[in-house]
């Protein structure tokens, strides 16, 4: 079991005509009955939220520099913490920086916007930053998904309720781009006062010095301000990666947001996340997930290598993708041979 207690220390926003500010910071004491000698409830790559257990940590303090679109603009997001590291561990190069693009809006109709850079991904009901969403953990929905990406955006609105996204991408959150071919993302989006919808996707070959085997990625979002008080949302994905054995995986998780007054609210959430496959998250063998079970350090140093998601092409291990995200929670590792997740977190 992991518990964490968060806190967000403070938010602060500073602006005038041109240049504007914003920051917070993200604390952390988490709980793990495991007690890893280690003291991370997170195997390498993984745990962007309470990472380290018995420890009081920064999870995230982040800065937020800002120039609105008039018709240049430029935002730059700055992190330090426990969050941001597990983020970059497969990108050391990018270093603090979270985001860090360039705007330019377009007069084209109601206005076109243009983004290049690095800029956080259009995927998922969560995002990087906890303070922005429902629960302080993440799902594996959220882990097992791009948090940033970097290429060039289009957005467009073509009403007050429809809007759309075009992306051109590097790859599956990725700054520096690990093949020669590129990703195409979509996004068309619907909201009204209560109501908001989008159907996301991802197309593109994800595997490193892979050009031919594509990645199919979609993903549903819908969430309902029922009343003042109460928020529910609801989430799906579907994914297919193309292979010499061909993979794919299911997830779904459900949400809700009751606010006690203006600055408390509960929340819970409730996710399946189906990957029979081992294809994005990395399950391991039989023998070293029962090693690993039994308490045995060997199975425990298996288990975290063969978390990797990987294939084997004449003799090799390939990642079936990003390496961001190596490993899982070595205390929900999956018993069943069908590698299905179940978790419910309040």
């Given at each position: 079991m992991l518990a964490a207690l968060a806190i967000l220390l403070g938010q602060a926003a500073v602006s005038d005509t041109a240049l504007q500010l914003h920051g917070f910071v993200d604390t952390y004491y988490g709980f793990d009955s495991n007690r890893p000698g280690d003291r991370l409830s997170f195997a390498a790559g993984a745990g962007t939220t309470?990472?380290?257990?018995?420890?009081l940590r920064v999870n995230l303090a982040a800065l937020d520099l800002l120039v609105d679109p008039k018709p240049v603009g430029v935002r730059v997001t700055l992190a330090y913490g426990t969050g941001i590291d597990a983020l970059h561990a497969a990108e050391r190069f990018l270093g603090p920086v979270y985001q860090a693009y360039a705007s330019a809006r377009v007069s084209v109709g109601r206005g076109l916007m243009l983004d290049a850079g690095i800029f956080s991904s259009h995927v998922g009901f969560e995002g990087?930053?906890?303070?922005?969403?429902?629960?302080?953990?993440?799902?594996?929905?959220?882990?097992?998904?791009?948090?940033?990406?970097?290429g060039l955006r289009a957005s467009y609105s073509?009403?007050?309720?429809?809007?759309?996204?075009?992306?051109?991408?590097?790859?599956?959150?990725?700054?520096?781009?690990?093949?020669?071919?590129?990703?195409?993302?979509?996004?068309?989006?619907?909201a009204s006062g209560r109501w908001s919808v989008s159907f996301n996707t991802l197309v593109g070959p994800e595997l490193p010095g892979d050009d031919r085997d594509f990645r199919v990625f979609a993903d549903l979002v819908a969430q309902v301000r029922v009343s003042e008080w109460?928020?529910?949302?609801?989430?799906?994905?579907?994914?297919?990666?193309?292979?010499?054995?061909?993979?794919?995986?299911?997830?779904?998780?459900?949400?809700?947001?009751?606010?006690i007054t203006r600055i408390v609210a509960v929340a819970a959430r409730v996710e399946q996340f189906s990957d029979p496959d081992g294809a994005i998250s990395g399950t391991a063998p039989d023998a070293a997930r029962r090693n690993h079970d039994a308490g045995d350090p060997a199975g425990r140093a298996a288990h975290r290598q063969a978390g990797s998601p990987a294939r084997l092409v004449d003799g090799a291990r390939v990642p079936w993708?990003?390496?961001?995200?190596?490993?899982?929670?070595?205390?929900?590792?999956?018993?069943?041979?069908?590698?299905?997740?179940?978790?419910i977190r309040c």
């Open positions: 309470a990472q380290r257990a018995g420890e990087f930053f906890s303070k922005d969403n429902f629960n302080y953990t993440r799902s594996w929905m959220g882990e097992l998904s791009p948090y940033y990406q970097a073509f009403d007050e309720h429809w809007s759309a996204q075009v992306h051109f991408l590097n790859g599956w959150q990725l700054a520096g781009d690990d093949n020669r071919a590129k990703t195409l993302g979509t996004q068309i989006a619907w109460l928020t529910l949302a609801a989430t799906t994905d579907t994914a297919f990666q193309q292979g010499p054995q061909d993979a794919h995986w299911l997830a779904a998780a459900a949400y809700a947001r009751a606010a993708r990003h390496p961001n995200r190596t490993s899982y929670r070595r205390d929900v590792a999956p018993r069943e041979r069908r590698r299905c997740f179940l978790r």
